[in-house]
């Protein structure tokens, strides 16, 4: 079987998304379905209560978070790799809440990354999300 790959490759950026909103990043869905068991960040600024989570389309612009995990601090100015047991679905997304700090960002060719101010990160919570024209 091969590694399951979802998501942008985590690298130092040029801008950075704030805390305290839901993110996913709609580039590169998962090519398998299984478990995703390690998963690379790279902050711009330190990063407190970070969570991740696969999500996948319900309709619309409504997403529904399929898995998450509690990762929390993550170290600025490098790729940091954790580890994780996320289930996931071909066609699934990735995406990251956080309390404090931010993440590396690149404005985007149109793929773009979802957004929801506030937490919607545990499994099963679903939501509608608006449109950012940048990636992670």
Known sequence: MAAIDVGN????????????????????????????TSIEIWATTNITG?????????????????ASQWIGD??????????????????????????TGSIEETPSDGSGVRSKVGEYIDAGDSASYITLDANF
């Open 9 to 36: 490759e985590a690298i130092d950026r040029t801008y950075a998304y704030p805390a305290t909103v839901t993110y996913i990043d709609l580039a590169n869905p998962a090519n398998e379905s299984g478990i995703l």
């Open 50 to 66: 970070l969570r991740v989570g696969t999500f996948y389309l319900v309709s619309g612009t409504t997403y529904k978070c399929r």
């Open 74 to 99: 993550v170290t600025a100015s490098s790729k940091q790799t954790f580890p994780v047991q996320l289930a996931v679905e071909t066609g699934d997304f990735i995406g990251c809440f956080y309390t």
